[in-house]
T-cell receptor, first 116, second 112 residues
Framework: DTGVSQNPRHKITKRGQNVTFRCDPI?????LYWYRQTLGQGPEFLTY????????KSRLLSDRFSAERPKGSFSTLEIQRTEQGDSAMYLC??????????????FGAGTRLSVL | GENVEQHPSTLSVQEGDSAVIKCTYS??????FPWYKQELGKGPQLIID?????GEKKDQRIAVTLNKTAKHFSLHITETQPEDSAVYFC???????????FGPGTSLSVIP
């Protein structure tokens, strides 16, 4: 396991369609985070999992967004009825919850979403 | 909640010169301050971090300083090289749920 893996790397969709992204964290990391990054901005926090429990959701995460981490391993982020404003890079990060690296977040390469 | 500001938004330096990026944070309870480097088409990569019980940390050409009283922290890169060109983000960790809040980024260009 060499790092956080995100798929797909790019997704182009039409407005109104649903999309789903997958994140595979570093295997021993209990914590998993989703961020959204638009051009010229820093990553914005969306949601956070401790194992399979979703502990916090940002107000940025509207009802059209849902995230799951069913077995405490990989996570999915689904956007329903996509809008052009959803176009962004969606980043996933993971971190251990103990040890010296506790809470240091390691990022994947992201999924770039373009909504036409 | 935490708010992180970062300056400058763009920075151009000659190869071999130093680069300094400054950040401020709002929540005095924040206790962990990472710095990330993001290259085009890639996710952010942690380059150095500092915890609130330390005033300065160094790793080869990179150093970070923290002033808890003023709620300032800075990244210093010495002897810059063209491969240092990237966008750099400072961040601060909120104590609730360990959420990390990022600054808006600094685009660093190192001119050969």
């Amino acid at each position: 396991d060499t790092g956080v893996s995100q798929n797909p790397r790019h997704k182009i969709t039409k407005r109104g369609q649903n999309v789903t992204f997958r994140c595979d964290p570093i295997s021993e990391h209990n914590r998993l985070y989703w961020y959204r990054q638009t051009l010229g901005q820093g990553p914005e926090f969306l949601t956070y999992f401790q194992n399979e429990a979703q502990l916090e959701k940002s107000r940025l995460l509207s009802d059209r967004f849902s995230a799951e981490r069913p077995k405490g391993s990989f996570s999915t982020l689904e956007i329903q009825r996509t809008e052009q404003g959803d176009s962004a890079m969606y980043l996933c990060a993971s971190s251990p919850d103990r040890g010296y690296d506790k809470n240091i977040q390691y990022f994947g390469a992201g999924t770039r979403l373009s909504v036409l | 909640g935490e708010n992180v500001e970062q300056h400058p938004s763009t920075l151009s330096v000659q190869e071999g010169d130093s680069a300094v990026i400054k950040c401020t944070y709002s929540d005095s309870a924040s206790n962990y301050f990472p710095w990330y480097k993001q290259e085009l088409g890639k996710g952010p990569q942690l380059i150095i971090d500092i915890r609130s019980n330390v005033g300065e940390k160094k790793d080869q050409r990179i150093a970070v300083t923290l002033n808890k009283t003023a709620k300032h922290f800075s990244l210093h890169i010495t002897e810059t090289q063209p491969e240092d060109s990237a966008v750099y983000f400072c961040a601060a960790r909120e104590t609730s749920y360990d959420k990390v809040i990022f600054g808006p980024g600094t685009s660093l260009s190192v001119i050969p």
